[in-house]
């Protein structure tokens, strides 16, 4: 089994920042994508930025320019740098890892850590 751990989550004023982390630890071969998503109250949970085992990154139009994910594949750890938070940044934050048992394609499986609150508020 493979736990992500979130941590880094709080609240802060608009404009100011956060970083969050996660780190994956249990049976791990090899972490392919990592990412992360966040879900607000009364609403669905969406991606954020997501992140390959070689670098190449994805992000949310609502955080482009803001948001910055990074990796250290030496760690199983990723991490999400948040600049210029606004109120509608106010979410529940997940981390999710796709995670390999082996080579084979077959072996590999979603985790999903428990979640790090973000608020934003003045």
């Known amino acids: 089994q493979v736990q992500l751990v979130e941590s880094g989550g709080g609240s802060v004023q608009p404009g100011g920042s956060l970083r969050l982390s996660c780190a994956a630890s249990?049976?791990?071969?090899?972490?392919?994508?990592m990412g992360w998503y966040r879900q607000a109250p009364g609403k669905d949970r969406y991606l954020v930025a997501t992140?390959?085992?070689?670098?190449?990154?994805n992000y949310a139009d609502a955080v482009k320019g803001r948001f910055t994910i990074s990796r250290d594949n030496a760690k199983n750890t990723v991490y999400l740098q948040m600049n210029s938070l606004k109120p509608e940044d106010t979410a529940v934050y997940y981390c999710?890892?796709?995670?390999?048992?082996?080579?084979?394609?077959?072996?590999?499986?979603?985790?999903w850590g428990k979640g790090a609150l973000v608020t934003v508020s003045p």
């Open positions: 249990g049976t791990i071969f090899r972490i392919d994508a």
């Open positions: 999710n890892a796709q995670v390999r048992h082996g080579e084979a394609d077959w072996t590999k499986k979603d985790y």
């Open positions: 992140i390959t085992s070689g670098g190449a990154t």
